[in-house]
């Protein structure tokens, strides 16, 4: 079992940044993919962002505003938001998967953090 939590949401003006922060732990043996999601009130899971070994992969709406990143020493990923938006508004997950491929679907992840709240007023 692989445990994932969430941390660093909150509350921002438009225009501003976040830093969000994943710590994984538990039995970590096979886990290729790591991707964050977040879902709107009323909206279905969208694919952020995803890392697997050099590779990063993003959703349209974040390109060029997003980064995500990891830190294997400290079992951690991040995910850095620029230029936030009020449609940017969501709860975001970090989750964990042991295959790659279709690294945006949520389908394809076994492993769920219980997510963290970002609200962008503007």
């Known amino acids: 079992q692989v445990h994932m939590m969430e941390s660093g949401g909150g509350s921002v003006q438009a225009g501003g940044s976040l830093r969000l922060s994943c710590a994984a732990s538990g039995d970590r043996r096979g886990i290729r993919v790591m991707a964050w999601f977040r879902q709107a009130p009323g909206k279905e899971r969208e694919g952020v962002a995803a890392v697997w070994d050099e590779f990063t992969y993003y959703g349209d709406s974040v390109k060029g505003r997003f980064t995500i990143s990891q830190d294997y020493a400290k079992n951690t990923m991040y995910l850095q938001m620029n230029s936030l938006k009020p449609e940017d508004t969501a709860m975001y997950y970090c989750?964990?998967?042991?295959?790659?491929?279709?690294?945006?679907?949520?389908?394809?992840?076994?492993?769920w953090g219980q997510g963290t709240q970002v609200t962008v007023s503007s």
């Open positions: 989750a964990a998967a042991r295959g790659t491929g279709y690294v945006l679907r949520p389908d394809r992840y076994a492993y």
